[in-house]
């Protein structure tokens, strides 16, 4: 079973400037999950989308993040303009509708300098 | 607010030392309790416990759930330095799925 994967690994860009991340989760996973993990702190949940609904974006900076997954399967998160405070490991995880196991993919390492 | 503590934040021990990681959490319906490793960039999964009381084990590593008294301990025993990594728990309220992570423990196992 192919696990869950993003893209790119790694990204520096200057701030102010645009990113964008995707992700394409496991094959009939209907759950998908966006976390942020600042370094020395645990991943901190984003977006959490149900097939292609939203279900949980309560801790989104939705001034400058944005996120979609049309069609309910690939998804991606963009920031628009960035800052140095964005810099961190942005996982992807998906799961089975009711599920508990989340599987996560390798995750995308953005520096913003 | 839903709130995951572990501690220590961080343990060094050397090869074939036992060491325990807790983990303590305030959550609206709880669900589960996970725990991941996390080597490089992405967690991977080790434990889900749902249930009081009982153990699950995996080789050299355990873990065990108290619903009333709200934490979990994983213990890991004759550690090597292959267990070196950040271990995450986190915990699923029933309500949306959601998961809530603690700060992860550090550990360094030294040769």
């Known amino acids: 079973e192919a696990g869950v994967a993003q893209s790119p690994r790694y990204k520096i860009i200057e701030k102010r400037q645009s990113v964008a991340f995707w992700c394409n989760p496991i094959s009939g996973h209907a759950t998908l999950y966006w976390y942020q993990q600042i370094l020395g702190q645990g991943p901190k949940l984003l977006i959490q989308?149900?097939?292609?609904?939203?279900?949980?974006d309560s801790q989104l900076p939705k001034d400058r993040f944005s996120a979609e997954r049309l069609k309910g399967v690939d998804s991606t998160l963009k920031i628009q303009p960035a800052k140095l405070e964005d810099s961190a490991v942005y996982l992807c995880a998906s799961s089975h509708l009711g599920g508990t196991e989340a599987f996560f993919g390798q995750g995308t390492r953005l520096t913003v300098v | 607010e839903d709130k995951v503590v572990q501690s220590p934040l961080s343990l060094v021990v050397h090869e074939g030392d036992t060491v325990t990681l807790n983990c303590s959490y305030e959550v609206t319906n709880f669900r589960s309790l996970l725990w991941y490793k996390q080597e490089k960039k992405a967690p991977t999964f080790l434990f889900m416990l749902?249930?009081?009381?009982i153990e699950k084990k995996s080789g050299r590593l355990s873990s065990i759930l108290d619903k009333k008294e709200l934490f979990s301990i994983l213990n890991i025993t004759a550690t090597q330095t292959g267990d070196s990594a950040i271990y995450l728990c986190a915990v699923e309220s029933n309500y949306g799925q959601n998961f809530v992570f603690g700060p992860g423990t550090r550990l360094s196992v030294l040769p």
């Open positions: 749902t249930s009081s009381g």
């Open positions: 989308f149900q097939n292609n609904g939203v279900v949980d």
